[in-house]
């Protein structure tokens, strides 16, 4: 067992690792594709993780491939530290949303500034929201039988990005600029 408690990024990655072996590299990828709409990963990150789980049993560092690439496999101990990890209730959330600070404080920004922060963030969010919805539409009818662990974070992001976007479309005018003839260019 590790010396210390697993945190969620070193858990992430040996839930990943339970697919298979993977490198650095991949399992960047991979939760970028898998986790990135709700949980960030820095390559940074990713391989200082490994360096220490792997010295600490939980991952096995394969024989470097092409490009110096090193595939990393989950040990026994990484799967009993990975269970353990499971088996203890999840830290409650944290909002961490760079966008609102700056809302918070946007009486100090001139209103076309503001405007167009919340503008660009608000197509980012309807671009992900898109995205989700075409991941939707394109899963099979039994998708929730066979993993419904994946269908419900899915359908959580699709309920996230809604319920954003509604927050943007619900945003005074003096914040959106159309409280601002001069921003619609009359």
Do not use: K
């Not at 809604?162 to 945003?171: G, I, N, S, Y």
Request: hydrophobic share 45%; net charge negative; proline share 8%.
């Amino acid at each position: 067992m590790p010396d210390r408690p697993l945190n969620a990024t070193a858990a992430s990655l040996l839930g990943f690792l339970h697919d298979g072996p993977m490198t650095g590299w991949d399992l960047v990828e991979y939760a970028q594709q898998r986790i990135g709409g709700f949980w960030s990963l820095t390559q940074s990150q990713v391989y200082r993780e490994l360096t220490a789980m792997a010295g600490a049993g939980l991952v096995r560092a394969g024989e470097r491939g092409r490009r110096d690439r090193q595939p990393y496999e989950i040990t026994d101990a990484g799967r009993a530290a990975f269970a353990e990890w499971a088996a203890n209730p999840p830290a409650a959330e944290t909002i961490r949303f760079p966008l609102l600070l700056t809302v918070l404080f946007g009486r100090h920004l001139p209103p076309d500034r503001m405007a167009a922060y919340l503008a660009g963030h608000r197509a980012a969010h309807a671009e992900r929201l898109a995205g989700y919805e075409q991941i939707a539409a394109a899963l099979p009818e039994e998708a929730e039988d066979v993993d419904p662990y994946s269908v419900a974070t899915l359908r959580f992001g699709l309920a996230y990005e809604r319920a954003v976007l509604d927050w943007f479309d619900a945003l005074p005018p003096a914040l959106t600029g159309a409280a601002h003839p001069e921003a619609d260019g009359q």
